[in-house]
């Protein structure tokens, strides 16, 4: 717990302080200079503009913060180049005159960004990497498909109603091997979405296997309880033939899959990467599945050779998800080489938590293609 002045007053102040910045800057805009001779009106207005966008930003996980966040910024970062701007004088401060419009540019920034964020978070794209084994595979290739972080919710990128979407492009991968790691499902998830995408996961086909690990959201209730149980999520998984791994180690078809129970969701009292894999490295291909990118190294030492994550969704919503997410965990997105022979991937989501809004990372699905090097 920190103190009561950093967790109550400081950010109180903080508020007041961005309010007040843009009062000052809301009563230049243009349009105000209609109402000059009417200074109740002149002054009032931005006011009220101030208190609406407080209104919006009233709920800490609601898309109304998100948009007062980039709106003060580009007000924040204007302010900054508009004052080095008049120190430089002369043409500098006559184009920033002419770009900065008034105050009316940061708004224009803020719309141009949310019509380019709704459209990032619901264009779903097959992120395919093609890796290589010196270790023998069954038939000398093996194809891995990640969903990731699907938090289905009718506000957010997905729902059942792009399940068609979603299951053709598993399809078209035609894995061997689905491994869906993590916040598949949360505390926001209905009823009728979990029953949907339990179905989808019944009729998906993977001759090696269907393969779960839990996430910090799928039964945690960090904001409100789930409309499921661990026991309805178990009963769920089994219809479907998806097997959930917590701190287990399974072989299928020639290829191990190891699948470690989550770390925020543990509070960190999980099995060591070497209790998973005493043995250490040998001649089976070890695919690691866990929701947080973290313990890379350890989990190249145990044995892993393709290390798969999500729970990043590749920051979303930039800077502040990619700053809490690069404070946390070992990568925000993508693959990273770990070791000589292991490769880490951590997926942008399959869905966006909270909204259909995404200024970073991708909405993926994460296919992986492994072949035997001859």
């Known amino acids: 717990m920190y103190p009561p002045f950093f967790q109550f007053v400081l950010p109180r102040v903080g508020q007041a302080a961005l309010a007040a910045l843009l009062y000052l800057n809301f009563l230049q805009l243009p349009p105000l200079a209609w109402l000059a001779p009417w200074p109740l009106l ?97 038939g000398g290739r093996l194809t891995v498909v990640q969903l990731s972080d699907l938090h289905p919710n009718p506000r957010a990128a997905m729902h059942r109603g792009r399940i068609p979407e979603l299951e053709a492009r598993v399809r078209a991968c035609r894995p061997d091997l689905l491994v869906l790691t993590g916040d598949i499902f949360d505390e926001f998830t209905a009823p009728e979405e979990f029953a949907a995408f339990c179905d989808l996961f019944a009729r998906l086909e993977a001759p090696l296997g269907k393969y779960y690990v839990l996430g910090n959201h799928d039964l945690f209730h960090h904001w409100r309880e789930p409309a499921f149980d661990r026991a309805a999520l178990e009963t769920a998984l089994a219809k479907a033939g998806v097997r959930l791994l917590e701190d ?50 350890q989990a190249a030492a145990a044995g892993a050779d393709l290390i798969l994550s999500g729970h990043t969704h590749g920051g979303q919503v930039w800077p502040a998800g990619a700053v809490g997410m690069a404070a946390r965990n070992e990568r925000n997105y993508g693959a990273k080489r770990v070791g000589a022979r292991c490769t880490a991937i951590v997926s942008g989501g399959t869905g966006t938590w909270g909204y259909r809004f995404r200024t970073q990372g991708k909405t993926e699905l994460v296919c992986v293609t492994v072949e035997t090097r001859r």
């Open 248 to 297: 287990t180690a399974v072989e299928t078809g020639g290829v191990r899959v190891v699948g470690r129970k989550d770390y925020l969701y543990t509070g960190g009292r999980r099995f060591a990467a070497a209790e998973l894999l005493p043995d250490g490295p040998d001649d089976l291909y070890t695919v690691w599945l866990d929701h947080e990118p973290r313990d890379f190294k």
């Open 42 to 138: 002149y002054y009032g207005v931005p006011l009220a503009l101030v208190l609406v966008l407080g209104w919006l930003a009233r709920d800490p996980l609601g898309l109304g913060i998100v948009l007062v966040g980039h709106l003060t910024a580009f007000y924040c970062l204007g302010n900054l180049l508009g004052l080095g701007a008049r120190l430089a004088g002369g043409p500098a401060w006559t184009v920033w005159q002419v770009c900065w419009l008034g105050g009316l540019t940061p708004w224009l920034l803020t719309a141009l960004l949310w019509w380019g964020g709704r459209r990032r978070a619901l264009r779903l794209c097959t992120t395919r990497y093609r890796l290589t084994t010196e270790k023998a595979l069954p």
